[in-house]
Nanobody
Framework: VQLVESGGGLVQAGDSLRLSCAASRRASSYYRMGWFRQAPGKGRVFVAS????????DYADSVKGRFTISRDNAKNTVYLQMNSLKPEDTASYLC???????????WGQGTQVTVSS
């Protein structure tokens, strides 16, 4: 499975961005797809995830109410709509796939999001 993220960029605090992650295989077969982020010098942290049943979503407390994850199985793509961005959201955002409920085994290369104050 190959994952390619896009949509990152340099924005100001309060702005919005929409990240996309295109998968090389049929996304509807994946148990769960998620977004993680990694800031310079820090570990990778969970941001949001969505199950094959698109009503099943989960968010980190730090992004609840600001970020929305969605998926379009017909396009093999998962999205992360990020609103009210803050400087602390600055990080490389990575897409990941949990194919069968056993953990995230496939990862993208990441797309950089930089939020200036």
């Amino acid at each position: 499975v190959q994952l390619v993220e896009s949509g990152g960029g340099l924005v100001q605090a309060g702005d919005s961005l929409r990240l996309s992650c295109a998968a090389s295989r049929r996304a509807s077969s994946y148990y769960r797809m998620g977004w993680f982020r990694q800031a310079p010098g820090k570990g990778r942290v969970f941001v949001a995830s969505i199950g094959w049943n698109v009503s099943s979503t989960d968010y980190a407390d730090s992004v609840k109410g600001r970020f929305t994850i969605s998926r379009d199985n017909a396009k093999n793509t998962v999205y992360l709509q990020m609103n009210s961005l803050k400087p602390e959201d600055t990080a490389s955002y990575l897409c990941a796939v949990d194919p069968a409920g056993g953990g995230y085994h496939y990862w993208g290369q990441g797309t950089q999001v930089t939020v200036s104050s």
